[in-house]
């Protein structure tokens, strides 16, 4: 069965460092696809990023970016240059085939100024 | 805009009610999903449904009832048999068989039982 792991369950660090969020899922599926999402406090999951199982490019976005690794079953996301308004519960999922998504139980971010 | 609209945000239940939490969508989108989410234990799956008239049990079902008589509403009933009700409640919607293009996720509904 799918499974996805956030071993940190809380990170704490100062303004403006560079921060990593730890995923790591287990599939058996050929095609599926990994996501992130950001729990602000007022509770609406955001959608962050999508990366499918075929394309191991990294990506980046501003100070976001994903690293994506089949070999090791990981799906990590830094932050650079962190801020307070990056404080949030982010989330890690993978799609258990075609109709739903399997959660990992999130990683508790928070910036201090 | 389009998007999922949850209400009531806040919910307070005695012990032996049913309450009922809405959630609504305009994005014509076909799947709708309702997860739990306790602290340190992420999201986990109640119901979900792929099409009007029909909907499957997720992980934790037990103590609670879903009806799917229109595309846009997908309603959770907490019945008095869930013995752990309070929890933060999330709806979720996404194209059929669409959960490789992720979902669309409403603000949430925090039930605490008094």
């Known amino acids: 069965a799918q499974k996805v792991t956030q071993a940190q369950t809380e990170i704490s660090v100062v303004e403006k460092e560079d921060v990593t969020l730890d995923c790591v899922y287990e599939?058996?599926?050929?095609?599926?696809?990994l996501f992130w999402y950001k729990q602000p406090p007022s509770g609406e999951l955001v959608f962050l990023i999508r990366?499918?199982?075929?394309?191991?490019q990294n990506e980046i976005s501003g100070r976001y970016s994903w690293n994506f690794q089949k070999s090791t079953s990981s799906f990590n996301f830094t932050i650079t240059a962190s801020q307070v308004v990056d404080s949030a519960v982010y989330f890690c999922?993978?799609?258990?085939?075609?109709?739903?998504?399997?959660f990992g139980q999130g990683t508790r971010l928070t910036i201090n100024p | 805009d389009g998007g999922i609209t949850q209400s009531p945000k806040y919910l307070f239940r005695k012990e032996g009610q049913n309450v009922t939490l809405s959630c609504e969508q305009n994005?014509?989108?076909?799947?709708m999903y309702w997860y739990r989410q306790d602290p340190g234990q992420g999201l986990r799956l109640i119901y979900y449904?792929?099409?009007?008239?029909?909907?499957q049990k997720g992980d934790i079902a037990e103590g609670y009832s879903v009806s799917r008589e229109k595309k846009e509403s997908f309603p959770l009933t907490v019945t008095s048999a869930q013995k752990n009700p309070t929890a933060f409640y999330l709806c979720a919607s996404s194209l059929q068989g669409g959960a490789g293009y992720g979902y669309t996720f409403g603000s949430g509904t925090r039930l605490t039982v008094v």
């Open positions: 994005l014509n989108h076909d799947a």
């Open positions: 599939t058996r599926d050929t095609t599926y696809y």
């Open positions: 999922a993978l799609s258990q085939g075609a109709q739903k998504l399997v």
């Open positions: 990366r499918n199982s075929f394309d191991e």
């Open positions: 449904s792929q099409i009007v008239n029909d909907f």
